[in-house]
């Protein structure tokens, strides 16, 4: 079983950066798709960003150009480098893990992590 846990949150102004990071322990990290998910108050889970074990990397239309997906497969870890936020990124952000890493859907991933708060202030 897979353990993920995520750092990096925190308040920020609109147009900062941030780098969200994800660790994972028990399980052989590199054959895992690992993903960024966020979840809004009253909002769905959405999709933001997955990275598939073979390094193939996907995004979400509204963050595109401004955010990157990373993994250091010899840190267990991936990484989520967030650029000019805006207030509507606001939300908490989660780190997944599945085999592979093919599709991106919230119901096909297997472990998550317990989600890192980030807040962007207008």
């Known amino acids: 079983q897979v353990q993920l846990v995520e750092s990096g949150g925190g308040l920020v102004q609109a147009g900062d950066s941030l780098r969200l990071s994800c660790t994972a322990s028990?399980?052989?990290?590199?054959?895992?798709?690992m993903g960024w998910f966020r979840q809004a108050p009253g909002k769905e889970r959405e999709f933001v960003a997955g990275?598939?074990?073979?390094?193939?990397?996907t995004y979400a239309d509204s963050v595109k150009g401004r955010f990157t997906i990373s993994r250091d497969n010899a840190k267990n870890t991936v990484y989520l480098q967030m650029n000019s936020l805006k207030s509507e990124d606001t939300a908490v952000y989660y780190c997944?893990?599945?085999?592979?890493?093919?599709?991106?859907?919230?119901?096909?991933?297997?472990?998550w992590g317990q989600g890192t708060q980030v807040t962007v202030s207008s």
């Open positions: 997944a893990a599945v085999p592979l890493g093919t599709t991106w859907s919230p119901r096909v991933m297997m472990y």
């Open positions: 990275i598939s074990s073979s390094s193939y990397t």
């Open positions: 028990r399980g052989a990290f590199s054959m895992y798709g």
